[in-house]
């Protein structure tokens, strides 16, 4: 088991320090969950924080096998101003973990796909006018943050009956800063364009690519990550995705290499670890 860089009262020992510290904050909470905090305010992308899948899947033929340690109870995180889930899979709509953030605190924003409305409101058992819907294109505030919907493709993208897509990414303005965080994407034509205009300061992308033995969609890989970070002008790439479940992950040694190839700027973090702009 991998154990994180921080987790449980370590980990919110050094949230709590960034309270109070000038600039951008982020942590990787695993796969492609992310803590954000600008100026006091906090937003968290994409948590995934029990172990859900892995006891669904348990004695089938497709294990999800935890790989690395979760970061903390997301019970502890009652200060989350805004949640947000960029489609159905249950790695980045998990109810067991946003269930007890939501009743921590029933004045928590939630921010998903409008196309998914119905099916979250369903899972998380919340009335269907609660999370604040995007769409392509759209953007919404919630929590002291912004909130700009990107189409995403999970191998291709999907639309409801009325032309909605089904995954999406987010640009998150905080302050002057801009974090694109894809969801779970593949590049497709379109996707710089849509991408370039917020000039990111820090791009969070999938590696762990594609696999038809996986039997489940895929995303970028470590290569096409650091592509396509380089062409949306990303001032650092994130990659995550990884090393959370042992049918579905990859080493992030492809990804750093091709980054230093293009001369773009990344970070590898551990589970746990913060990064900052200040």
Known sequence: MIEPALSDEPFLADVRAARGMPGLHLWWLGQSGFLLHHEGRFALLDPYLSDSLTKKYANTDKPHVRMTRRVVDPARLNFVHVISSSHNHTDHLDAETIKPIMAAD???RLVIPEANRDFVAQRLQIPPNVPDGVEDGMSVKAGGFEFHGVAAA??????????RDRFLGYVVKAGPYSVYHSGDTVTYVGIVEKVWPFHVDVALLPINGHAPQRRVAGNLDGREAAFLANDIGAKLVVPCHYEMFEFNTASPEDFMTECERLGQPYKVLRAGERWSIQ
């Open 106 to 108: 029933p004045k928590v």
């Open 154 to 163: 999970h191998e291709r993208r999907e639309l409801d009956e009325q032309g």
